[in-house]
């Protein structure tokens, strides 16, 4: 397949704000609702605890955010926390938003992003998905094609930045935000179970 390069310009960096918010859409679908138990559930030796994914996106985006100044800094933080984790990613998200939407931010590193630490982190968003089907608590599905696409949040802008918020705090607080309601699965087993 023949190599193609984007345009470093305002089209490009729209585009990968979009998908800024398609991960932040996606992300706080899977982490809305996610019983206590879930963080801390092992799934095998060789998968990572849900809480441990959470912190590598959280990495990534920090990852992120230091590709958009044109720096490459990885740094492997983050603590078996799950609502500190939760946090941060969502942190790190918004501010990685405001470094694209700023005149300052490298946009020739455009690529790197999509194929770096905007790829891995969708891969990890289906990854946590797929292992909350696997402890009995899983995504509400959706059809892609009904979704209002102008409904899609922008991180700490405006009137979807308070949407991302909301979200961010559900996935923190597990709220559902409806009220009176709570989940009505039972949480995950304990891994001593």
């Known amino acids: 397949m023949e190599a193609t390069s984007l345009p470093a310009d305002a089209t490009a960096r729209a585009v990968v704000r979009h998908l800024t918010a398609t991960l932040a859409y996606r992300a706080a679908k899977v982490l809305r609702d996610a ?3 879930f963080a801390q559930a092992s799934f095998g030796d060789s998968t990572r605890k849900p809480v441990l994914i959470v912190a590598h996106m959280a990495d990534l985006m920090a990852w ?3 590709l958009t100044r044109g720096e490459y800094v990885w740094k492997a933080e983050g603590s078996g926390d799950w609502f500190a984790e939760v946090a941060r990613f969502f942190d790190n998200m918004a501010a990685l938003d405001r470094e694209l ?6 946009v020739s590193i455009i690529e790197k992003l999509i194929q770096g630490p ?3 982190a969708l891969t990890h ?3 946590l998905a797929m292992l909350r089907g696997m402890a ?3 995504v509400r599905p959706e059809l892609r094609a009904r979704t209002d696409r102008r409904r899609t949040c922008r991180p700490g802008s405006g ?3 308070t949407r991302v918020r909301r979200r961010r705090q559900r996935a923190v607080t597990g709220n559902s935000g409806r009220a009176g309601l709570t989940p ?10």
């Not at 939407?101 to 490298?106: E, F, N, T, V």
């Not at 009505?184 to 179970?193: I, L, Y």
């Open 159 to 161: 009137a979807a930045g």
């Open 136 to 138: 009995g608590v899983p």
């Open 118 to 120: 905007l790829a891995d």
């Open 101 to 106: 939407a700023s005149s300052g931010a490298d």
């Open 35 to 37: 019983p206590p138990a």
């Open 64 to 66: 992120a955010i230091t």
């Open 125 to 127: 968003v289906g990854q």
């Open 184 to 193: 009505s699965r039972s949480p995950v087993p304990s891994p001593s179970d």
